[in-house]
């Protein structure tokens, strides 16, 4: 049975940082790609960023570029997001998505076929 389960999340003032894990258990996890995604209250889950299961390739969306990393360690079945200069817009539930394809990118919800649970994460201006 394939399970991810994230942590990290919590109440952060405006410019601090934090950093989200996503533990997968249950399949090779270095073979695929994963996702990262959040949903504020009210609006659709939107893609945050994604990396290959190589790890050498990541995407990310604009509004995070240059604040967010996503990372993984295939040793540890783990997957990050490191999340720096956070902004009240940032607040939401994010989750990480595994895909069972370890060719491209993509950055739609259902391109994904397991998810997480969700873990909160709310920015104070």
């Known amino acids: 049975q394939v399970q991810l389960v994230e942590s990290g999340g919590g109440l952060v003032q405006a410019g601090g940082s934090l950093r989200l894990s996503c533990a997968v258990s249950?399949?090779?996890?270095?073979?695929?790609?994963m996702g990262w995604f959040r949903q504020a209250p009210g609006k659709e889950r939107e893609f945050v960023a994604a990396?290959?299961?190589?790890?050498?390739?990541?995407s990310y969306v604009d509004s995070v570029k240059g604040r967010f990393t996503v990372s993984r360690d295939n040793a540890k079945n783990t997957a990050y997001l490191q999340m720096n200069s956070l902004k009240p817009v940032d607040t939401a539930r994010y989750y990480c998505a595994l895909r069972v394809d370890s060719i491209i990118l993509v950055r739609t919800t259902s391109s994904y076929n397991y998810w997480g649970q969700g873990t909160q994460v709310t920015v104070s201006s």
């Open positions: 249950g399949l090779t996890f270095s073979r695929y790609a």
């Open positions: 990396i290959l299961g190589s790890g050498g390739t990541t």
